[in-house]
Nanobody, 125 residues
Framework: QVHLIESGGGLVQAGGSLSLSCAAS????????WGWFRQAPGKEREFVAS????????NYADSVKGRFTISRDNAKNTVYLQMSSLKPEDTAVYYC??????????????????WGQGTQVTVSS
């Protein structure tokens, strides 16, 4: 079991930046892929970015590519999401997730078995 706690959400103006953190505890050594997802009101949860445990492979949704950066600090058991050039459409609850899966389905919600409680990100126009 892995326990995930997100932090860093808040209100920011369009064009601004925000950094999210996801602190992990528990059986983190068994998790091979770490992801960030988001869910806007009335919409399904969607993939944002993922990173492998080694940090050697990262993936991004097309909508955030070039604006968001995912990274991890294994010594601190923390995954980060640096967001820049934020747009109102980035407004959502952002969730950190982890899975023992490693492969091409990193974008699928159902392959992640540990989730954080979420943190709200609001981008004003």
């Amino acid at each position: 079991q892995v326990h995930l706690i997100e932090s860093g959400g808040g209100l920011v103006q369009a064009g601004g930046s925000l950094s999210l953190s996801c602190a992990a505890s528990g059986r983190t050594f068994s998790m091979n892929t770490w992801g960030w997802f988001r869910q806007a009101p009335g919409k399904e949860r969607e993939f944002v970015a993922s990173i492998t445990r080694s940090g050697g492979s990262t993936n991004y949704a097309d909508s955030v590519k070039g604006r968001f950066t995912i990274s991890r600090d294994n010594a601190k058991n923390t995954v980060y999401l640096q967001m820049s050039s934020l747009k109102p459409e980035d407004t959502a609850v952002y969730y950190c997730a982890a899975t023992d899966y490693i492969g091409n389905y990193y974008w699928r919600v159902d392959i992640y078995n540990s989730w954080g409680q979420g943190t709200q990100v609001t981008v004003s126009s």
